[in-house]
């Protein structure tokens, strides 16, 4: 049975990891300056109207405005991205230069200049850009590749090359393609794909068409594209991360059925005796209750991070992959560049969770919990697993999946990691916390069937789970597992 204690204990941590978060409980001291730079318009170009001066600025901290000056002079502020101006030429004169340049500044009132960028009034044609594909309304299913073609010509630099050339959603902002002009990826949604060519003074002509990208049902498993992403909000600071490897995540969490499954690949096939024999006689009951045959499609739960670690590695050896874990007697090794299945880090989990909402508190958005994911703000559980009180897990799938197709990302059952419970959250390429330690405790991420309200959240970090196996804090009944791999 749940602990009582155990399950209201979960609150003091959580608002003690949101207020510690906060300004005022971390150093006065910024890290360093921000990083800033104008976009749009290149520097030494020709341009002329009304023109969209974009500016890009990154900070450890977060950035409070950004400033543009046009010929020493303020022209605009803005306060949230993308941080965009409108700049009139056209009282200039016709040949005239004029300077422009922005300033970021970060939330302890620190300014960062960015380089100085020159632009001439004058007419400069824009380019001619005929997109090839996608075509306009095209359906394409979330884990297969989208192509993007077509050609651009302008009147000064004669064709435009791939340099020139980039492509973005309406969703999922800048398309990374690879080398066979494709991409894989994009979220489940209404897209409007553009493809916009920029001459050699920075003027640009774009073109788009819209694209709808439907879940594949056939597929259990979501693709996520590598690329650079954003975590951490709104509870801590925004934090960037970039992930070298597009990688498949289970969309469901891993099942009773499923987990009979794959422990047997382990433990063999009697699977009551090994639990009776190796855990107290409460737990026993209990897990001899949950794995009778009767919730195959409800998660897995009771488990161990020790035990879930030998089953990842079991479904590789199984699968001719390379095991993501080096297990030693009191601690694992992760392998990052290994193929096998394995536990998402805590970055790519949250990515997947996110589904391309930047920011957001949950998978769905930013509305409360209740009859969005099966939590203690739930009235209407459908069917759930009576544990305690008539509560308890659900079915997989019993509530709407994230535009990546991926479900029970909040509630449920919260999900185990490959990273060690640290204090940071994860941040720059490929990040993981710790990887090899006598006796952690790893993250957990997700939120729990017996969790209220915002311990649903994306970025909460509150859950951890000890790696021995004798400890009773593994076998819990809000905790179980998603499975992920590397596509490479």
């Not at 003690?16 to 360093?32: E, I």
């Not at 049902?217 to 960037?240: E, V």
């Not at 640290?422 to 330690?437: F, R």
Request: charged share 20%.
């Amino acid at each position: 049975m749940i602990r009582r204690a155990a399950i209201f204990l979960l609150v003091l941590p959580f608002i003690f990891a949101v207020v510690s978060c906060s300004k005022d409980s971390s150093s006065s001291k910024d890290s360093g300056p921000s990083d800033v730079s104008i976009v749009n318009p290149w520097d030494d170009t020709t341009r002329d109207g009304v023109v969209n001066v974009t500016v890009s600025a990154v900070d450890d901290d977060e950035i409070e405005r950004v400033e543009l000056f046009v010929a020493g002079s303020l022209y605009g502020t803005d306060t949230k991205e993308p941080y965009e101006f409108q700049w009139d030429m056209g009282p200039l004169t016709d040949g005239s230069s004029t300077s422009i340049y922005a300033i970021a500044v970060d939330g302890y009132g620190n300014e960062t200049s960015s380089k100085v960028v020159t632009v001439t009034k004058g007419v400069n044609a824009v380019p001619e850009v005929t997109l090839t594909s996608p075509a306009n309304g095209a359906s394409v299913l979330q884990d297969k590749p989208i192509t993007c073609t077509g050609t651009a010509k302008d009147k000064e630099d004669g064709d435009l090359g791939p340099s020139n050339i980039t492509w973005s959603s309406s969703l999922q902002g800048s398309l990374k393609l690879d080398a066979n002009n494709q991409f894989t990826g994009l979220a489940i949604g209404e897209h409007v794909i553009t493809m916009t060519a920029t001459d050699s003074d920075g003027v640009s002509g774009s073109v788009s068409v819209k694209v709808k990208v439907e879940e594949n049902k056939s597929n259990n498993f979501a693709y996520i594209p590598a690329g650079s992403y954003y975590i951490g909000q709104p509870a801590y600071k925004k934090s960037l991360v970039t992930l070298t490897h597009s990688f498949w995540i289970a969309k469901t969490e891993m099942t009773v059925g499923e987990w009979l499954e794959a422990d047997a690949l382990v433990f063999g096939k009697d699977l009551k005796k090994n639990f009776t024999d190796k855990r107290n006689k409460e737990l026993a009951t209990l897990y001899v209750q949950v794995y009778d045959g009767s919730w195959t499609d409800y998660p897995a739960e009771f488990l161990t991070y020790k035990e879930v670690i030998a089953v990842c590695n079991a479904m590789s050896d199984r699968d001719g992959l390379t095991p993501a874990y080096d297990v030693q007697s009191k601690s694992i090794t992760f392998i990052k560049d290994a193929n096998g299945w394995r536990l998402p880090t805590e970055a790519e989990w949250e990515v997947a969770a996110r589904g391309g909402l930047m920011g957001k508190k949950f998978p769905w958005g930013d509305g409360a919990p209740n009859g969005m994911c099966n939590s203690m703000s739930e009235q209407n559980l459908p069917s759930p697993m009576p544990l305690v009180n008539g509560r308890g897990p659900v079915p997989v799938k019993s509530y709407q999946p994230n535009a990546y197709g991926i479900y029970d990302m909040s509630g449920n059952v919260a999900e185990m990691c490959s990273d060690m419970f640290v204090g940071s959250v994860p941040n720059g390429i490929d990040p993981i916390g710790i990887t090899q330690e006598k006796l952690p405790r790893y993250t957990v991420k997700g939120g729990t069937w017996y969790g209220f309200g915002e311990e649903q959240m994306i970025c909460a970090r509150v859950l951890s789970m000890p790696y021995n196996d004798k400890d009773k804090d593994g076998y819990n009944s809000g905790f179980g597992l998603r499975v992920v791999r590397n596509v490479e």
